[in-house]
């Protein structure tokens, strides 16, 4: 295994003995252990007691960290009861130096536990963190980037445009999540700040959403990122999308901190807050690199902090001017007996994306030409008068044997009539349709259904680097399918 795919992990769960027999230890033990040693950890069933992860770290001497103890969330005679006590096992996992196993954390939502999925699940990874702390800070190397997607969501969308509706699931679309942490502002309580999969979306499926009450000049703040990134010569360029109604403005807040403990704080904003200057060392008015029909726009910014180290990322809300804005008219509309001091208006934001590299300006992605690409395990079903499905694998390579791999590939497929007046490809119907997404150069898809009008499909596959930007759909690769007659 290691051989063939470097950086994997075998690890032995705790079951067979060295007799052969099926024998659960709870423990690393002399029954188990020769398992252990010729593998990379030992998932040790859930049943532990209190003593058993002193006992396992003992037996595994310098490889304690290789012991997996088991912790089922559905709570079935594991240690501590599991569901919303998990963190009582992870304790004292903590405290006995071994690692942990997380079994079924999907507990939470097979159980519909209140109030809904996305709350649930926060609070419950929360517990997590509070137990275990967190090891490591973000962003550590360039291009960071993060969409905040969590890897399922109610929709889909690449840089601004919305593909699809439906709700979906992949985690290997997960991306950096932030840590969400109230800094500073009127009160803690005054914006409210998730990881949203409703609202829609800049990339992929997931956001920040920003809602509350805000006075003008009055900003309010929340960690994102913990980062241990050393700029040395670099200078970073800063982009990010923001989606706003009314007068309300999101900007971005970077701390910097010396060799000598010194902090510098630079703010990244579209609009200057009146008199508080005195709170940043430094205050970048960025770019609009482009405003799109879906109500996005992005910002860039340039900060130059040569020898400085990257320790933190804020979210800054605020307001910079009273004008009867869009929500505010809407808020009062519906909240006439609530409604807030004139002072107040309403906020609302959402922060599509966070890109930091070294450069600006566009990749270089190989243009078409320079892709192999092809269809394996071809099936045609037929369904009625006319009407079949297709499934078959894609895949794709560099033509000159480079095996670089962008972290992500955007699938879309385009149908195209039936051959007219020689026309080898037949004209398209119907828009383009975003199929999904792969992280290797494969894409199996299942019964895509074909028309009975249709010739050929073209595959498109959309090559995205490291910095969350993608490939133009024009001079992406494609594989082109002939269905007719088949």
């Not at 400085?308 to 008219?329: D, N, Q």
């Not at 309403?346 to 930091?356: K, P, S």
Request: glycine share 8%; charged share 20%.
């Amino acid at each position: 295994m290691h051989s063939s795919m470097p950086e994997s992990l075998v690890i032995w769960y705790d079951s067979v003995i060295t007799t052969g027999h099926l024998r659960w230890q709870d423990q690393l033990n002399e029954k188990n252990k020769p398992f252990f040693d010729i593998c990379d950890g030992i998932f040790v069933n859930y049943t532990w007691k209190s003593n058993y992860p002193d006992l396992s770290a003992a037996v595994a001497g310098d490889r304690k960290f290789d012991v997996y103890m088991g912790i089922d969330v559905f709570g079935r005679k594991t240690f501590g009861g599991g569901q919303w006590n998990t963190n009582v096992a992870l304790d004292v996992l903590k405290k006995a130096n071994v690692s942990a196993a997380i079994f079924a954390p999907g507990w939470l939502y097979e159980t519909k536990q209140p109030p809904d999925f996305q709350t649930a699940q926060n609070r419950w990874w929360e517990l997590v963190a509070k137990s275990w702390g967190r090891v490591n800070n973000y962003p550590k190397l360039l291009p960071f980037y993060s969409n905040f997607d969590q890897g399922q969501g109610y929709h889909i969308s690449v840089e601004g445009n919305q593909l699809t509706d439906a709700p979906w699931n992949n985690m290997s679309c997960q991306g950096f999540q932030p840590r969400l942490e109230f800094i500073d502002g009127p009160t803690p309580d005054a914006i409210q700040f998730i990881v949203d999969f409703k609202e829609e979306s800049y990339n992929g499926g997931g956001n920040i959403t920003f809602k509350g009450t805000l006075e003008e000049n009055v900003p309010f703040t929340i960690r994102l990122f913990q980062g241990e990134l050393l700029l040395d010569n670099l200078h970073l360029v800063l982009t990010y999308s923001v989606k706003s109604k009314g007068d309300s403005l999101l900007g971005l807040s970077l701390q910097f901190s010396s060799v000598l403990s010194e902090k510098i704080m630079v703010l990244v904003a579209p609009s200057e807050m009146n008199g508080l200057s005195h709170k940043f060392s430094k205050m970048i008015m960025p770019s609009q690199v482009s405003k799109m029909a879906s109500k996005w726009i992005i910002n860039e910014g340039t900060v130059a902090m040569d020898g400085f180290m990257l320790t933190e990322i804020h979210a800054v809300c605020y307001r910079t001017k009273s004008t009867p804005g869009e929500l505010r008219s809407e808020f009062r509309a519906d909240n006439q007996d609530s409604a807030p001091a004139p002072s107040l208006a309403e906020y609302f934001a959402v922060l599509g994306h966070i890109t930091i590299k070294n450069f600006s300006g566009n990749l270089f992605f190989p243009p078409s030409t320079s892709w192999l690409t092809e269809s394996q395990y071809i099936k045609y079903s037929s369904i009625s008068q006319g009407f079949k499905t297709v499934s078959l694998k894609i895949i794709w390579k560099l033509k000159d044997g480079n095996d670089f791999l962008f972290p992500k590939y955007n699938i879309y497929v385009e149908k195209l009539t039936k051959q007219v007046d020689g026309n080898a490809t037949g004209t398209l119907v119907d828009a383009r349709v975003y199929l999904g997404a792969a992280h290797v150069q494969a894409f199996y898809m299942s019964d895509l259904s074909i028309p009975s009008h249709i010739g050929s499909l073209r595959f498109i596959i959309q090559a995205c680097a490291a910095d969350g930007t993608c490939q133009e759909l024009d001079e992406s690769p494609y594989m082109l399918l002939d269905v007719e007659g088949q």
